[in-house]
């Protein structure tokens, strides 16, 4: 996906281990979400940032921290991770917050 | 609560037999409905963005039309490189920092 870059593509990790995954922009856009998606469900907001060092959290946030140091950068951190936390997990991008989003191609997380 | 209802959750054409995708929406105040297509193992990709009831928007084989109730894609003549899934997101004036609220996807297999 153009300007916007999700790693790791795939990761493996175990119960109770910390995890980072990180999303990177090249569109110098302010808003930066992560989503989390389930069989079943349909993308749920985790957290989202408007700005460097500006976060809320969204409508899935328990056990997830993010940072945002750089306009470029936007981290989520599973602090330990758990089994519900498996899942296929995907960053956006808005330059307004109000015209859509351009997501990435997401990170598929196996707790095990 | 804003909710996104899409129906059906699968659908099976035969190339050329059209056919429409409905996304049934409840908000406090629209300020947007917005149609993506995802692909397996990929991020969605955007389609249209529809801002007001009577608007309607195009794209080769596909055309989004919007009430004050409800939105319709419609697929004329579908090829199989139109298999996908698609997906309804919302987005509320007042929302946080422009969330998108997203229904679960509507499967479409295009047969040859």
């Known amino acids: 996906d153009a300007g916007i870059t999700q790693s790791p593509r795939h990761k493996v990790t175990e119960t109770g281990t910390p995890v980072t995954l990180r999303c990177h922009q090249t569109?110098?856009?302010?808003?930066m979400y992560w989503y989390r998606q389930d069989p079943g469900h349909g993308l749920r907001l985790i957290h989202y940032?408007?700005?460097?060092?500006?976060?809320d959290k969204g409508e899935v946030s328990d056990g997830y921290s993010v940072s945002r140091s750089k306009t470029e950068d936007f981290l989520l951190t599973l602090e330990s991770a758990t089994s519900s936390q498996t899942s296929v997990y995907f960053c956006?991008?808005?330059?307004?917050?109000?015209?859509?989003?351009?997501f990435g191609s997401g990170t598929r997380l196996t707790v095990v | 609560e804003d909710q996104v209802t899409q129906s059906p959750e699968a659908l099976r054409l035969q190339e050329g037999e059209s056919s429409s995708l409905n996304c049934s929406y409840t908000?406090?105040?629209?300020?947007?409905l917005f149609w993506y297509r995802q692909d397996p193992g990929k991020g969605p990709e955007f389609l249209f963005t529809?801002?007001?009831a009577g608007e309607e928007k195009e794209k080769e084989r596909l055309k989004a039309t919007l009430t004050k109730k409800e939105s319709f894609l419609h697929i004329t003549a579908p090829k199989p490189e139109d298999s996908a899934t698609y997906l309804c997101a919302v987005q509320a004036y007042g929302g946080s920092q422009g969330n998108l609220i997203f229904g679960k996807g509507t499967k479409l297999s295009v047969k040859p």
């Open positions: 908000v406090s105040g629209l300020r947007g």
């Open positions: 569109e110098n856009h302010r808003y």
């Open positions: 529809l801002y007001s």
């Open positions: 940032s408007y700005g460097v060092k500006d976060t």
């Open positions: 956006a991008i808005s330059g307004n917050g109000y015209y859509g989003y351009t």
